[in-house]
C-alpha cells in the first residue's frame, strides 16, 4: 500500500511466489519459461501426481497468507466506502437545509412582508380609531416574519452554541425536538468550555442522533448525557425507541445508516470515537467520546 501497488498487481506477486514456492517445495523443476518469468496462473503448474495432499495443505496455506496480505486493502476499502457515504449524506443534508431556508425565505416571508405592506397601506387610509387594530394585525405579522428568519438562521449556525456554550445549545434543541415530536426529551450535562470545532461536532451529532430518534425510534423517551473528567468529554443519547440491528445498519448496506457514518467521520476529525449500542426492541445508546485535550486551555489539540 506505501508503493501504491493495487489489489491486481497484489495478486500477482502473491501468484507468481505461489507458484515458485510450491514447486520448490514439491522438488519439481519449474515449467519450461524458466524459473524467473514461469506462469503464474495455478493452471500452468505441472502435475502433482501423488502430491495432492501436500498440494491442498500448501494452498490452504498460501490462500489464508494471501487473506492476510490484502486485508489492509479491504479495510482501506471500507474507511473510503463509508467516509463516501458520509460525504454524500453530508451534501444532502446542506442542500435539504438550503431548500428549507429558501422556503422560508422566499416563500413565506416574502409572502408575509407583503401582507404587512398592504396591511400599512390600508392602515394608513384607516380613520384615526380603527388604525390601532391594523397596527397590532402588522405587528403580528412581523413577529411571523422574526420567528421564521429566526428558525432558519439557527438551522444553519444555531448562535446559542457560541453565545452560551455546548450545554445550553443542548438544552435548546432538545426542548424544540420535543415540541415538535412530543417526547420527553431529559438532558443532563456538565461541561467546561470546549474548543469551537468540537462543540459543532457534538452540537450536530447530537441534533443527527434527535432526528433519527423522531424519523426511526418511536420512542417517547430520550436521555441526553453530557460531561467531562480529568481524561475525556463524554456525550450520550439513549432511547426507549424500538432500536435496530447495529450491524446490518452499519454494514453500508442501509441508507438508515448514512447519518451514523456521517456523526463518526464528524468525531475522527477531532479525535473521537463512536459506539452504538442498540437491539430490536430493545432502544438505542450512543456514545460518543472525544479526549480531554480538546479542551480550551490546553496548549496543543492533536487529534491523530
Avoid at 438544552?171 to 474548543?195: H, K, M, N, W, Y
Avoid at 430520550?222 to 426507549?240: F, P
Avoid at 447519518?259 to 449500542?277: D, I, P, Y
Wanted: one cysteine or more; charged letters at 25%; hydrophobic letters at 40%.
Amino acid at each position: 500500500m506505501a508503493r501504491g501497488l493495487s489489489l491486481s498487481e497484489m495478486s500477482v506477486i502473491h501468484h507468481e511466489s505461489v507458484s515458485k514456492i510450491l514447486l520448490r517445495t514439491l522438488d519439481m523443476e519449474p515449467c519450461k519459461h524458466g524459473s524467473a518469468d514461469s506462469d503464474p496462473r495455478p493452471d500452468s503448474w505441472p502435475s502433482l501426481g501423488s502430491s495432492g495432499a501436500a498440494e491442498s495443505a500448501f494452498t490452504m496455506a498460501a490462500a489464508s497468507f494471501f487473506a492476510e496480505c490484502v486485508s489492509p486493502f479491504e479495510i482501506g476499502h471500507r474507511e473510503f466506502r463509508e467516509a463516501n457515504t458520509a460525504l454524500r449524506y453530508r451534501n444532502r443534508k446542506l442542500e435539504e437545509q438550503v431548500r428549507r431556508c429558501s422556503t422560508l425565505v422566499f416563500d413565506e416571508a416574502l409572502q408575509l412582508v407583503a401582507a404587512a405592506s398592504l396591511a400599512l397601506d390600508k392602515a394608513s387610509h384607516a380613520p384615526a380609531p380603527t388604525s390601532g387594530g391594523k397596527l397590532e394585525e402588522i405587528q403580528n405579522i412581523l413577529d411571523r416574519i422574526g420567528d421564521q428568519l429566526a428558525a432558519c438562521a439557527d438551522d444553519l449556525w444555531p448562535r446559542v452554541l457560541e453565545e452560551l456554550g455546548l450545554g445550553a445549545a443542548i438544552q435548546s434543541i432538545s426542548r424544540r425536538f420535543s415540541a415538535t415530536a412530543q417526547i420527553d426529551i431529559e438532558v443532563d450535562t456538565s461541561v467546561g468550555p470546549l474548543l469551537p470545532m468540537v462543540s459543532t461536532v457534538l452540537y450536530r451529532a447530537v441534533e443527527e442522533s434527535l432526528t433519527n430518534v423522531l424519523r426511526h425510534a418511536r420512542a417517547t423517551h430520550v436521555k441526553i448525557r453530557l460531561y467531562d473528567d480529568a481524561d475525556v468529554v463524554q456525550c450520550s443519547i439513549g432511547d426507549n425507541g424500538i432500536g435496530f440491528d447495529v450491524s446490518e445498519v452499519l454494514s453500508g448496506r442501509a441508507e438508515r445508516g448514512s447519518g451514523l457514518f456521517s456523526v463518526r467521520e464528524s468525531l475522527k476529525g477531532v479525535g473521537g470515537t463512536l459506539a452504538v449500542n442498540s437491539t430490536p426492541g430493545g432502544g438505542t445508546e450512543i456514545v460518543m467520546i472525544i479526549r480531554q485535550e480538546s479542551r480550551i486551555g490546553n496548549e496543543a489539540y492533536s487529534p491523530g
